[in-house]
DNA sequence: CTATTCCTTTTACAAATGTTAAATAATCAG
DNA sequence: CTGATTATTTAACATTTGTAAAAGGAATAG
């Protein structure tokens, strides 16, 4: 495999977390796909029962909903980051969120029927997803302590400190309602702290 | 074990989960501890790293924060309830949050290490533990969801709906930090929803 | 390059929530 | 049972955030 390549790359991203054996890492690999997808396009829709897990290879993603016609982002993802509709993914109803592209994206796709297959067979990829798992529940629950008792400034500050990238690159209107507020609300709180 | 042995209770719940083989519930009821705590005592203080899984047998408990002196409730556990300080646990940081009774409550506790060692040789009790969490991380999707875009009013609505024992058992104040306002705020809306 | 579209800021006003303090109501210990 | 403590509500006012509309900037397609 080449280094370059993005399976290879996700699969060296996963040893730091768990460690692989090379046969799991070879059946891993047998069932990932990469895809890619243009700027602004869905890559799983409304509706739609979720039965994939990606990785964000190279470019940006969002998982967002419609709550009475608004736009609401819940979650941004980058390079090696995990993109889910976990609660869909985990249940198995539809969802009524859908993945969407921020810029050209390249993704990993895994099914994750055959996936969780390879589970019974092989602990230690059982274990990596556990701990993938744990990381983004981690993540879930500091964002809620911070939607919970901060004010949107300071939700602001934060995000600002801990993902740049995202204030960097992102539209204004995506990260007001990623942080709970309206995008006029943002632009007075960047202008007061500017 | 008697029926009502609490061990006993939560491995039942538990193969409604994931279907465990004799000879891991011997080896997972071994470590279990059963502890009574009365009303308003802290199981777990601020500061400490979390190393112990509990579970609520009987009673009810919550895990709580300060935030600038203002104590705020971050989660409510029942019966077969699963009380933990996750971001302490995986990550092995000290943790900013204690877990305290609300009533005289017992808990069935289950030291971390250990268990998570018997993971090795057990991979259903770890599948059992990736299912629990699957279960936590959706949960606190869909919190997060509420706090991100619902008024307050719709928070307690839908607090009202799906935890009606909380609304009904917890004092005002714990249950408006839960939904991120204050009890001043909280007595107003129940106010005019009556 | 230009026109169009989309994004961001600004303004003025409305609504929701926070703050502080006081008044009731409920609970608890002795 | 009673006084003390704790919980909840109410009031008045301040602050934050939302809404709607308009104006200015930036990006994009042709």
Redesign the interface.
């Given at each position: 495999m080449p280094v370059d390549d993005p399976i290879a790359r996700l699969l060296k991203a996963f040893n730091d977390i768990q460690n692989l054996s090379p046969e799991v890492e070879y059946q891993f690999a047998e069932l990932c796909k990469k895809i890619e997808v243009k700027k602004h396009q869905n890559l799983q829709s409304i509706g739609q029962t979720c039965r994939t897990i990606y990785f964000v290879n190279e470019g940006a993603a969002r998982i967002y909903?419609y709550?009475e016609d608004?736009d609401?982002t819940?979650y941004f993802a980058f390079e090696n980051d995990l993109i889910i509709r976990?609660?869909s993914l985990?249940?198995g109803k539809p969802s009524h969120k859908a993945i969407q592209t921020l810029k050209d994206t390249s993704f990993i796709a895994i099914p994750a029927p055959p996936l969780f297959e390879l589970?019974d067979q092989y602990?230690d990829l059982?274990?990596l997803?556990?701990k993938l798992?744990?990381?983004?529940?981690?993540e879930?629950?500091?964002?809620?302590?911070s939607?919970?008792?901060?004010t949107a400034e300071e939700r602001y500050q934060t995000l600002m400190t801990k993902s740049p990238v995202v204030v960097r690159e992102i539209p204004l209107k995506h990260i007001a309602?990623?942080l709970?507020i309206t995008q006029v609300s943002l632009s007075r709180i960047r202008a007061t702290i500017t």
């Open positions: 909903y709550k608004k609401v819940e976990a609660e985990f249940t589970f602990h059982e274990r997803f556990r798992l744990e990381k983004s529940y981690v879930t629950i500091n964002r809620l302590e939607l919970q008792f901060q309602s990623y709970g």
